[in-house]
């Protein structure tokens, strides 16, 4: 049962804009990047939600690593395709603009596929994907990251958790969104956990000398000082296929730097050779495909709200009580906040106390009641 206090959804989103423009995020791009962080939260992906506001947004402007104005420049289109450079502003507007792009690409053409250079956190790639979903279109977006999963029977961090996410539109309630990190977890679970005082599971982050790490505070550290590193999807070594989530990261990885001659795996490190902090220069594709150049909108979302049906139908393990379909558990989540806000825990808290104070932002939180 759910024991963190509800912060209303409206007080929220006009906080998160108000405090993006007090670090100089121009208004519209401001309502842009709160809607993008409160996705995660309706879809209790809290790893990339309020939890990150702070720490990857906030701060990272105010230590001029990243831009808060977006200088968006396209440097090369077709009718199907698009590349931008983002000049180190707010990956999320960069992403907006570029898939509403490619949306209408894909609804005049059937296909489009951008690409972006220079950029920074884009928050969950399910936005992106959903954003075509909810045109009745297929998204698929991924995005490098600074290094952080080691090659299978490797250690050494080198590339970034590199979601691969896919995004369909289906004749239910909820589409099928298939949102997740190509590595056995990812830095924001890992920041959730520290937040909330609890050990990472055995199995999911290496130490240089081959061993599994559980301390989530020290393993922070480590993996910024690079002497540890997740494990791929499947987990540590080949037995139970850790080499698919090292070769499905390395997809992601090419699409996301060669294409737009972006930069790759240790250039991601948001630090210069000197050990100083720069902008990470992060990477990410976008790709819609429309169903009505195929056999029809209408039709594809029937076969896939078939095909999910019998897979939810199918015989369960022993006892469990519901099979799921990937998209199904956020729906979920959002049917059960829809009217009560944001779950906000005591570290996220603090911040948001602080960032009203330091710009005097007229916000007077339930929590301190």
């Not at 199907?80 to 053409?109: P, Q």
């Not at 045109?135 to 977006?141: A, F, L, S, Y």
């Not at 059960?336 to 005591?346: A, F, I, L, N, T």
Request: with cysteine; proline share 5%; aromatic share 10%.
């Amino acid at each position: 049962m759910e024991t963190r206090p509800y912060v209303p959804w409206e007080l929220i989103n006009n906080f998160m804009i108000d405090s993006f423009k007090a670090v100089g995020v121009p208004e519209e791009d401001a309502k842009i990047c709160a809607d993008v962080l409160l996705e995660s939260d309706r879809r209790g992906i809290e790893s990339h939600g309020c939890n990150r506001f702070k720490p990857i947004y906030i701060d990272r402007i105010n230590a001029g690593i990243q831009n808060p104005v977006t200088e968006y420049e396209v440097l090369k289109e077709t009718p199907t395709t698009l590349v931008v450079d983002a000049h180190d502003g707010m990956g999320m507007v960069a992403s907006w603009k570029a898939m509403n792009t490619i949306i209408e690409k894909a609804r005049n053409y059937g296909m489009g596929m951008a690409v972006i250079r220079n950029s920074t956190h884009y928050g969950i790639a399910g936005y992106w994907a959903t954003m075509a979903s909810k045109q009745g279109m297929i998204g698929i977006t991924g995005t490098n990251a600074r290094p952080s999963i080691a090659p299978t029977f490797g250690v050494e961090n080198m590339l970034g958790t590199n979601p691969l996410t896919f995004a369909f539109p289906t004749d239910e309630e909820f589409d099928f969104v298939l949102d997740c990190a190509t590595s056995i977890t990812q830095r924001g679970k890992l920041e959730f956990y520290a937040r909330s005082g609890k050990a990472t599971p055995k199995g999911m982050v290496i130490s240089r000398d081959g061993e599994a790490l559980t301390d989530t505070e020290q393993i922070l550290k480590d993996l910024t000082a690079g002497t540890a590193a997740l494990a791929p999807l499947g987990g540590i070594g080949d037995e139970l296929a850790g080499y698919k989530g090292y070769g499905y990261a390395t997809v992601v990885e090419v699409l996301s730097a060669a294409l737009q001659a972006g930069s790759f795996l240790k250039a991601l490190n948001g630090l210069s050779s000197d050990g100083q902090k720069r902008p990470y220069h992060l990477g990410h594709f976008f790709m819609v495909v429309n169903p009505e150049f195929f056999m029809g909108e209408e039709s594809f979302r029937k076969i896939t709200g078939d095909i999910l049906r019998e897979l939810r139908a199918s015989q369960k393990a022993p006892g469990e009580e519901r099979i799921y379909t990937a998209g199904e558990k956020e729906y979920l989540v959002w049917l059960e906040r829809k009217d009560k806000g944001v779950p906000v825990g005591e570290a996220v808290q603090k911040e948001f106390i602080t960032i009203r104070d330091k710009y005097d932002l007229p916000y007077k939180f339930p929590f301190e009641a």
